[in-house]
Nanobody
Framework: QVQLVESGGGLVQAGGSLRLSCAAS????????MGWYRQAPGKQRELVAA???????NYADSVKGRFTISRDNAKNTVYLQMNSLKPEDTAVYYC??????????????WGQGTQVTVSS
C-alpha cells in the first residue's frame, strides 16, 4: 500500500505565504507525476500545479507567478510554496501521486487533504 501524508495548511492573511508538504511512503518503486489539487466549497476539484520526476512543471493560470511546486525524489516528497495568497485561494488542498508500486502496478493516490484559509 501507498500513503500520502500532507502538512502545512492553516490560516493566513491575504498577501501571506504558506508551504505545503506531501510525503509518499509504502510499496513504491517510482513516482512519475506528483501534484497538488484544491477544492473550494461548492466547486469542483481543480489542478493547482504538477511536477514530473524530471522536474517539468505545470501550473493553473490562477497561481502562475505566485505558487512554486518542487519535489525531492529521494524523499518521495512534493512541496507547494504559496506566496501572495488571496482569499480565492481558500480551499482544501490535496496531494496526488502517480505511483508505480513494487508489484509493478500503477495507481493514482491521494492525500487526506489540508485546509488553507486566506482571510481578507
Amino acid at each position: 500500500q501507498v500513503q500520502l501524508v500532507e502538512s502545512g495548511g492553516g490560516l493566513v492573511q491575504a498577501g501571506g505565504s504558506l508551504r505545503l508538504s506531501c510525503a509518499a511512503s509504502g510499496t513504491i518503486f517510482s513516482i512519475n507525476v506528483m501534484g497538488w489539487y484544491r477544492q473550494a466549497p461548492g466547486k469542483q476539484r481543480e489542478l493547482v500545479a504538477a511536477i514530473t520526476s524530471g522536474g517539468s512543471t505545470n501550473y493553473a493560470d490562477s497561481v502562475k507567478g505566485r505558487f512554486t511546486i518542487s519535489r525531492d525524489n529521494a524523499k518521495n516528497t512534493v512541496y507547494l510554496q504559496m506566496n501572495s495568497l488571496k482569499p480565492e485561494d481558500t480551499a482544501v488542498y490535496y496531494c496526488n501521486a502517480n505511483v508505480r508500486r513494487t508489484d509493478w502496478r500503477v495507481y493514482d493516490y491521494w492525500g487526506q487533504g489540508t485546509q488553507v484559509t486566506v482571510s481578507s
